[in-house]
Each structure stands twice: as structure tokens, then as C-alpha cells.
């Protein structure tokens, strides 16, 4: 079945960076588009960044935009998510997402704490 595990998330203080990466497993990786989405506490889960499945069109959230970078190895099965000029509103539990037939998964999600 389906497998996505994240990781990469921490705490860091505001300006800085991190690197989120999700491995995946159980599908073709190579045929389907992935997103990063994020979660706050007491608000809904924000898509973040798409990537298509050769990784050259890419898209992402107003929030983020010229700050993070969605990118993909479909060599490694593995996606990524660079982000920079991190600030305290980015401060969430990060997960990456896959839809097959018309059915949304998420793995475990790792948490990013943006704090000086």
C-alpha cells in the first residue's frame, strides 16, 4: 500500500532553514504529481507546493512563494521540500500528500517549529 514518511522537521529561528523530505513507497512514484501540504493548530490543512511527475512544473501557495522549493528525485522515490526565510507563521505540522484514484494520503506529517 501507499507509504509516505516525512522528515526533516525541527526548531528554527525565524530567517533561517530547513529541508523536508518524504520517502515513498507502495506506488509508481515516477507517474504522479506530490504536494507538501501544512497544518496549524485550529486551522485546516494548507496546500503548500505540487510537483508534476517529471518534477518540471511546479506551483505554490501566495505564503510561500520565492521562499520554498519543491523539488523530487524519481530516482530515490523521494520528494523534497526547501525552505528558506523561514518565519513564525510557518510553524506547522508538514505532510506530504498523494491522490490515486480520486483518494487523498498523507504520511505522518513532521513538525516545523519557527521560534527565536
Known amino acids: 500500500q501507499v507509504q509516505l514518511v516525512e522528515s526533516g522537521g525541527g526548531l528554527v529561528q525565524p530567517g533561517g532553514s530547513l529541508t523536508l523530505s518524504c520517502a515513498a513507497s507502495g506506488f509508481t512514484f515516477y507517474t504522479y504529481s506530490m504536494s507538501w501540504y501544512r497544518q496549524s493548530p485550529g486551522k485546516g490543512r494548507e496546500l503548500v507546493a505540487q510537483?508534476?511527475?517529471?518534477?518540471?512544473?511546479?506551483s505554490y501557495a501566495d505564503s510561500v512563494k520565492g521562499r520554498f522549493t519543491i523539488s523530487r528525485d524519481n530516482a530515490k522515490n523521494t520528494v523534497y521540500l526547501q525552505m528558506n526565510t523561514l518565519k513564525t507563521e510557518d510553524t506547522a505540522v508538514y505532510y506530504c500528500?498523494?491522490?490515486?484514484?480520486?483518494?487523498?494520503?498523507w504520511g505522518q506529517g513532521t513538525q516545523v517549529t519557527v521560534s527565536s
Open positions: 510537483i508534476s511527475s517529471t518534477g518540471g512544473v511546479t
Open positions: 500528500g498523494m491522490t490515486q484514484l480520486g483518494v487523498p494520503t
